[in-house]
């Protein structure tokens, strides 16, 4: 089974406006984190935002925040007032504490922001 | 400036030649990894490793070797037993602090192409 599920290939947004990029995860481990990326064309990995599974509250960073559903095993990355510097690929991905040290990814979605 | 280098930004290989990716942090962290990237796609890990002198096969771990002789360098080989080596090809790297909310930092990436 897919650990990490993000079922949006491509969104599109208007300048300004808030998209929501969707994912899903599948564990069993009592403790896990929750992670999303953007990347460029450059190529790039750039770190957004950190969930832990035993946050009370969702986690922001700054135009960023993360709609966590623990109970449905989703972790949307909402992203506020969309500019067009936003249109890249992104990517959520799941360390579990049994697994520590590997991160998995989902397969991305490319988020075109429209002038 | 702390960070993860990776060597060349392009390569090219012939079919039936090894090659040699490489991977230099200067972050302090145990953990290393190698994911590869095909176009419109997530990240697969190729290998990791959580200390020096040891490492672990990951998901798509064929046709492919490392090494981890010290903590700063994690080289990959690309050999000529992996069949469709053309892909972008990213490194990793996480502290080993049991930290769950700690990111995987990355390099910018090597692309791969076969002629």
């Known amino acids: 089974a897919q650990k990490i599920t993000q079922t949006q290939p491509g969104m599109f947004v208007q300048e300004k406006e808030a998209v929501t990029l969707d994912c899903t995860y599948d564990t069993s481990d009592p403790s896990y984190g929750l992670f999303w990326y953007k990347q460029p064309s450059s190529g790039e990995m750039i770190f957004l935002i950190y969930q832990g599974s035993y946050d009370q509250q969702n986690a922001t960073e700054g135009r960023y925040s993360l709609n966590f559903q623990k109970a449905r095993k989703s972790a949307n990355l909402v992203i506020s007032a969309s500019q067009l510097g936003d249109s890249a690929m992104y990517f959520c991905?799941?360390?579990?504490?049994?697994?520590?040290?590997?991160?998995?990814f989902g397969s991305g979605t490319k988020l075109n922001v429209k002038p | 400036d702390g960070g993860i280098t990776q060597s060349p930004k392009y390569l090219f290989r012939k079919e039936g030649q090894n090659v040699t990716l490489s991977c230099e942090q200067n972050l302090n962290h145990d953990a290393m990894y190698w994911y590869r990237q095909d176009p419109g796609q997530g990240l697969r890990l190729i290998y990791y490793?959580?200390?020096?002198?040891?490492?672990q096969k990951g998901d798509i771990a064929e046709g492919y070797s490392v090494s981890r002789e010290k903590k700063e360098s994690f080289p990959l080989t690309v050999t000529s037993a992996q069949k469709n080596p053309t892909a972008f090809y990213l490194c990793a790297s996480s502290p080993e602090s049991g930290a769950m909310n700690t990111e995987a930092f990355f390099g910018q990436g090597t692309r791969l192409t076969v002629v």
């Open positions: 490793s959580q200390i020096v002198n040891d490492f």
């Open positions: 991905a799941m360390r579990e504490i049994y697994n520590f040290n590997k991160f998995y």
